[in-house]
């Protein structure tokens, strides 16, 4: 059987509201390569890209070339491509872990601002500031 390697694209839904994230993956190295969300436009690796590439998807279709494999040349390329597969899901896993614990270490500190807007309830000065601890 012909084991198709064209580009896919998956999608995954925006956190904002917004439009959902198209997520093109390079059908030959099953590696997450572009979205189509403001950051993937500047090239930062967003949410639904580092959430494609640590999801089972890519998983299941390496597993699925290497079960096609006809031939120790091709089974050698699909288990390397497995092998990278696993990879780069062991590592998005970690930046999702990485960008979690950040999220966590972000805290809410009251500002003088905020003390004098509390200080006079009819205020419309903001009462906290984020900061990164
Ligand atoms: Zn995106």
Do not use: F
Request: charged residues 20%; hydrophobic residues 40%; contains cysteine.
């Amino acid at each position: 059987m012909a084991i198709t390697t064209t580009a896919l694209v998956l999608t995954r839904p925006s956190r904002t509201g917004g439009l959902e994230h198209q997520v093109t993956v390079d059908g030959e190295t099953l590696t997450p390569e572009s979205c189509t969300c403001k950051a993937g436009q500047r090239g930062v690796v967003c949410h639904a890209a580092l959430s494609v590439a640590a999801g089972p998807a890519l998983l299941a279709l390496a597993h699925e070339r290497w079960a096609q494999s006809c031939g120790l040349d091709e089974l050698i390329a699909s288990a390397g491509l497995y092998g990278r597969v696993v990879r780069n899901r062991r590592a998005a896993q970690t930046e999702i872990a990485r960008r979690q614990a950040r999220r966590e270490q972000t805290r809410y500190v009251l500002t003088a601002k905020g003390r004098a807007a509390i200080a006079k309830p009819e205020s419309a000065a903001p009462v906290a500031q984020a900061v990164a601890a």
